[in-house]
């Protein structure tokens, strides 16, 4: 009997260690994404209220000028912030791949804002983008006194100092990914290439970039996802402002369900923003199960 006991013990300790872990996830995460749902069809104010009250937030929210505001500066700061990283890091991980002199030295600088936290790059940022001790301060104290550089201040212009500073926290990471990506390609099709004529940039237009596919498949959904749940960098760097110019939809979120105490409005714009993380996870998964199956 003691050893059909530890027999058995022994083939369930993988999932009693599990548990605890698993029950946590299901409770704090997925309990909380139910319970967020179900405030978002509600009209709970400061406290949560349960009375059904339907898709009455969803209609608001859609009909809220500055939810709409907070989606285009979504569009441009995520198309900027995307983009300029897959440019940014392909580029330089292709001069790294020549095997270039001090290589160490400059994947050390380029990886070095990874290991920032989002606040801490948000608040160097902000120093250095503020017009009055930043980077125009300096140009005009070296004798450039016209030099204005006001982005920070501008509603026009602010959300693309997000952008700039995402860019420098997150492209060392898409380099690292190019770079793995290079490294990985069969040298034998390249020497073959060269063999039969074909120049260094034909090479890598017809050959080492196409075979990239994957990597750029991947950055692209952790950029995406990034971009979506983007809060922290935002609230260090403008706080949202001008007024509201930098608003994103996390940014939204706060503030209608902490500062305005309108938490099934909030609740609604929550569940949208799982939507769009959704929308991008899910063909990133579905893409890695058919590889895996294909393999």
Known sequence: MNKKFGDYLEAAMPKIVVAPTFIVALVFIYGYILWTAWLSLTNSRMLPRYDFAGFIQYEKLFTNDRWWVACKNLLIYGGGFIFICLAIGL????????????????????????ALSFIVTGTAWKWILNPGLGLERVVQDLGW???????????????????????????????????????????????????????????????????????????????????????????????????????????????????RNRLAFGSASAMLMLGGVLAIVIPYLYSELRSSRRG
């Open 91 to 114: 580029f330089i991980a292709i001069l790294l791949d020549q095997n270039i002199r001090a290589e160490g030295v400059l994947r050390t600088i380029y990886l070095y804002p990874m």
């Open 145 to 259: 006194t016209s030099f204005k550089f006001g982005w920070l201040v501008d509603p026009d212009m602010a959300i693309y100092t997000v952008v700039i500073a995402g860019v420098w926290q997150s492209s060392g990471f898409v380099i690292a990914l190019f770079l793995a990506g290079l490294r990985g390609i069969d040298d034998s099709i390249i020497k073959a290439a060269q063999v039969d004529g074909a120049s260094l940039p034909t090479i890598y237009m017809r050959i080492v970039i196409p075979s990239l596919r994957p990597v750029f498949f991947s950055s692209f959904m952790i950029l995406g996802h990034i971009a979506i749940k983007s809060f922290d960098l935002i609230m260090a760097l403008t706080g949202g402002g001008p007024g509201f110019a930098t608003d994103v939809p996390a940014t939204f979120m706060y503030t209608f369900t902490f500062t």
